[in-house]
């Protein structure tokens, strides 16, 4: 069974701390890595893609690849309120053996509260 | 980044009539489509696969006579609940894969803001 597991929360950081969100994932032949943000009641926002080892950066967001460990995270910087919502890891894992079928794997989400 | 779009926002219908939702891709051409449920306070969880112009895959558990779905074109994807039952009430959300975001085998995924279903 492939699969992603995300620390379940919740999170609780105060206002303008840096919140960690971490995700593990099964299938070590995965090349596509997201992270997205749903508030409560809302649909899943795209917040960052990565697909090579290393940081990626986008405003108070990054994102932090390890394929070797198997290993994805976000973080963000200088929270705010706003940004108290449940993350989703995702994760575009090839279907069945070789082929080129992939299907987006969600973890079951952290949520984060910001405290002001 | 890429929009879709989604309607009906919400919908409420009687037990035992048929509920259609419609999903758009409103800047890109969405050759594959997702259709996700998701019940209050639980993960997202995947029905069917939407690809333009063939039959839709559905998911273990998922019943394709109760839960049709058309790709009829590039940019339009519709879910049909047929004789709908309370039990069916809840989130229904759709997803468009952006082909011009290929990276590493995958494409970016873009969600419309769902369709909150209740069947009284």
């Known amino acids: 069974q492939k699969e992603v597991e995300q620390n379940s929360g919740p999170l609780s950081v105060p206002e303008g701390a840096i919140a960690s969100l971490n995700c593990t994932y099964s299938d070590r032949g995965s090349q596509s890595f997201f992270w997205y943000r749903q508030y409560s009641g809302k649909s899943p926002e795209l917040i960052m893609s990565?697909?090579?080892?290393g940081d990626k950066e986008d405003g108070r967001f990054t994102a932090q690849l390890n394929k070797a460990s198997q290993y994805v995270s976000l973080l963000i910087r200088d929270s705010q309120p706003s940004d108290s919502a449940t993350y989703l890891c995702a994760v575009n894992m090839r279907q069945g053996s070789g082929g080129s079928n992939y299907k987006l794997t969600f973890g079951k989400g952290t949520l984060l509260t910001v405290n002001p | 980044g890429a929009v879709v779009s989604q309607h009906p926002s919400w919908v409420i219908c009687k037990s035992g009539t048929s509920v259609k939702i419609e999903c758009r891709s409103l800047d890109f051409q969405a050759t594959t489509m997702f259709w996700y449920r998701q019940f209050p306070k639980q993960s997202l969880m995947l029905m069917a696969t939407?690809?333009?112009?063939?039959?839709?895959?559905?998911e273990q558990g998922v019943e394709k006579d109760k839960f049709l779905i058309n790709h009829a074109s590039l940019t339009l994807s519709t879910l049909t609940v047929t004789s709908a039952h309370p039990e069916d009430s809840s989130f229904y959300i759709c997803s468009a894969r952006d082909p011009f975001s290929r990276a590493g085998g995958g494409y970016e995924q873009y969600f419309g803001p769902g369709t909150r279903l209740t069947v009284t």
């Open positions: 939407s690809n333009e112009g063939s039959k839709a895959t559905y």
């Open positions: 990565i697909y090579s080892n």
